[in-house]
Structure formats: structure tokens, C-alpha cells
């Protein structure tokens, strides 16, 4: 049996892996900058690329390549670069592949940081950006241009849960030799496969599930094996966006628990949905794996389960989301999300307070919508925990 044959849990448990000489279990963490030559020759056949082995921490190092591979591994991609962070990876794979005078559409309900990238950033150095919404695949056709570049999206959004039709999406790209890059961090490796369905690059924060136990920072990007050499490798080395062997150490412990975490956390989010869907205090729920949600059809095709999160707007706008929030006990106020923990924040005042209120309206982020990041605690102790506090209201 190759290893390509090997399911999601077995990759997450030992893609990737190399051993030293010692023979360790568990991945070694080489914690150097740099690597050290037998000879003069020797490092000079190394920067040639004609000695395989690596040079320096910031290109590559064996800690964060067993991370790397493992990550194609899961994902099915030929290439991976790790970054110190989620950002780190989104900005990388969007500048490294632009040019002042081009131009990229991306879908307007984008995680707040992704939205700065597109929308001001990117203007700066003189590529233009176009916002569309994403669920309206007339909307992305009408927004092309003969020198778009660049097609972005993430499903499910951040924090409204609405889903884009990737395949479309993808087929569109295609069509006029565009590179799709999708933010697949809500929906995890495990519940969604970006590059089955037609997108040329997946990025990840591993921020989020893929650490699941709030310990560091982290993020991905991955493609062909082509993108990345072409497009990214020399942007990558020289503006050093590099993960920590450290951090790359922790992520790979986080990949073996991978899907036990969201397998488990999905099937937590399900009943939390379940049960506040009928909820009188609930005005309106957003949950990918729900029947009412508007777009349960394409969350059945694109995704293998119905995510980790879930969406809820309470009657009495802010007032009411921050007395529900605060009456909270076991469930964490925060702004993270993917983690063992249950956490809940309220987007408007938090993630989303740099958006105008137009933006907000438009986004459907109205003041008495929480999100809900549904953690590993026993869902009897969570819906306990979320029925005394609406009880509050
Ligand atoms: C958190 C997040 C990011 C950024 O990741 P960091 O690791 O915080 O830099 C990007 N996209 C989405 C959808 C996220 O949730």
C-alpha cells in the first residue's frame, strides 16, 4: 500500500514523517536557523541546488517540511509552503502572483484581515480589486476584466455562513485564465477539498483547527507543484514569511488529532444547531449542515459535513448578544475559532467593527448576531450551558 493510498486519518498520523538517525516516535524539532557543511564544496553545491539538503530556516527546515508534507498529504496537493501565520499565508499567495496594472475579484464576505489585503493594500501597489457577492455568480462574471488576475473567496464565510459555489467559481477562473485561491480555513481539510472542486490554491490559517488547542499561530498555502515554483517559491524565500520549527512541531501534533477534533466538534455544532433553531430567543440561525439553511443543497455538494460553527442572531440586537454572551458560563468569550473550547464572540463589535455599518447591513452582520465556534466539552454540559443563558433574555 503507497502512501497516497492511505485514508485522511492515517496521512494525519504519519504523512510527512522523517527520521534522524535516533530513530525517534514522535517528530524531532529542529530548532536551528541555520545547517552547518562538511565542505566549502559542499555549501557551494547546496546554494546551487545540486547537494540536496537545506540551507537556511526562513527557505526551508526539516521540522516545517514534515509539516509541509503532511499537509499535501491531506489536501492532495503536489506543494506546500507553511507560514507564520494565516495572514502570512493569504497575503503571500495573493501578492506573489500580481502585478501593478492587474486585477482581482474577491467575494465581499471575507475574514477582516483578507478584506484589508484586497481592498487597500493591494490598491496601494496598483492592482485593482473589485468586491462582489459571493453567493451570485452573475455578480463574479460581471465583475471580470480582460486583466483579472485573481479570483478569491472562502466558504464557509466568516461570519455569516453563507456558502460560494466553488466549482462555479472555478470554472470561471478557468474560462479566462484566472488562478482561484480559496480560504478554506471555516471548513477545515477534513469537510471541504478546494482542489477536487476546481481551485488552483487553498490556504489555510492553522490557527485555527488545524493547532485546535489555542497554542500558536500558523498558516499554509498550497497548489501545484508548478504555481508554487513559478509563482511563489522567490517571493517566499526573499520576503520571509517562514513558519517556527516550533510552531511547525505543535501543528503537526495538532494534524493527528485533526479529525477526531472536527469529527467531534461538527457532531457537537449539529445538535447545538438542533436545538436553537426552535428556540423562541433565536430569531434567525445560520448552519451549513441544517435544512434551513439557504443554501443547504450546495453545503450536501461541496462539503462533507456541516462545519464547526454555527451563526445566531437573538431579538434585541446588541443589548441582548452581550447579556447572552456574558450570562454564558462554560462557553468562553473570544474571537478565535476551530479550538477545544467553546467559544462565542459578537462580530458587529469585535472581528467586524472596522466594516461601515453599510458593509455590515450588506454582509447581514447585524448587532444581535453571535458566532459560535463549537468546541470538544459534552454537548449536554454546552446546551446546559446555552439554555441558562438565554434564559437570561
Ligand atoms: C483566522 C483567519 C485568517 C487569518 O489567520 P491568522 O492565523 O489569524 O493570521 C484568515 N482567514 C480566515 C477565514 C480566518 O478565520
Redesign the pocket.
Known amino acids: 500500500m503507497s502512501r497516497n493510498d492511505w485514508k485522511a486519518a492515517t496521512k494525519l498520523v504519519h504523512g510527512g514523517t522523517t527520521r534522524s538517525s535516533h530513530g525517534e516516535t514522535s517528530e524531532a524539532l529542529y530548532l536551528t536557523q541555520g545547517f552547518v557543511y562538511d565542505s566549502a564544496e559542499s555549501a557551494e553545491a547546496r546554494f546551487a541546488g545540486d547537494e540536496p539538503g537545506f540551507v537556511y530556516s526562513r527557505y526551508a527546515n526539516p521540522t516545517v517540511a514534515m509539516f509541509e508534507q503532511r499537509m499535501c498529504d491531506m489536501e492532495g496537493a503536489e506543494a506546500c509552503l507553511a507560514t507564520a ?6 497575503s503571500a499567495a495573493l501578492l506573489c502572483q500580481v502585478q501593478a496594472g492587474d486585477h482581482v475579484v474577491a467575494a465581499r464576505a ?2 477582516g ?2 478584506r484589508y489585503v484586497v481592498e487597500k493594500l493591494m490598491p496601494q501597489f496598483g492592482v485593482a480589486s473589485t468586491l462582489v457577492d459571493g453567493k451570485d455568480i452573475e455578480a463574479w462574471k460581471a465583475a471580470i476584466r480582460p486583466e483579472t488576475k485573481v479570483l478569491f473567496l ?1 466558504s464557509p464565510t ?1 461570519p455569516t455562513l453563507e456558502l460560494v459555489d466553488i466549482a462555479a467559481v472555478a470554472q470561471l477562473a478557468n474560462e479566462i485564465g484566472a488562478t482561484l485561491v480559496v ?1 478554506n ?2 471548513a477545515t481539510p477534513l469537510l471541504q477539498k478546494p482542489l477536487d472542486l476546481g481551485a488552483h490554491v487553498v ?1 489555510y ?4 483547527h488545524i493547532d485546535g488547542q489555542g497554542r500558536c ?3 499554509a498555502i498550497l497548489s501545484s507543484a508548478d504555481w508554487i515554483d513559478e509563482n511563489l517559491y522567490d517571493y517566499f524565500r526573499h520576503t520571509g514569511p517562514s513558519l517556527s520549527p516550533f510552531n511547525a512541531w505543535v501543528l503537526l501534533k495538532g494534524l493527528e488529532t485533526l479529525p477526531l477534533r472536527v469529527r467531534q466538534q461538527t457532531s457537537n455544532a449539529e445538535a447545538l444547531a438542533e436545538h436553537l433553531v426552535q428556540h423562541r430567543r433565536v430569531s434567525r440561525l445560520l448552519y451549513p449542515g441544517h435544512p434551513s439553511h439557504p443554501q443547504a443543497i450546495l453545503a450536501k455538494q461541496q462539503m462533507q459535513g456541516g462545519s464547526t460553527l454555527i451563526a445566531f442572531e437573538l431579538e434585541g440586537g446588541k443589548d441582548a448578544a452581550f447579556a447572552f454572551e456574558n450570562a454564558l458560563d462554560l462557553v468562553r468569550i473570544s474571537n478565535n ?1 476551530g479550538d477545544a473550547k467553546s467559544l462565542i464572540t459578537h462580530p458587529a463589535t469585535t472581528t467586524h467593527k472596522n466594516l461601515t455599518q453599510e458593509d455590515r447591513d450588506a454582509l447581514g452582520i447585524s448587532s444581535g448576531l453571535v458566532r459560535l465556534s463549537v468546541g470538544l466539552e459534552d454537548v449536554d454540559d454546552l446546551l446546559s450551558d446555552i439554555d441558562q443563558a438565554l434564559a437570561h433574555l
Do not use: H, Q, R, W
Open positions: 501565520s494565516g495572514m502570512g499565508a493569504v471575507l475574514f484581515s483578507c472562502e466568516n480560504d480555513v471555516f490556504v490559517s492553522a490557527t485555527k499561530l500558523g498558516g475559532l
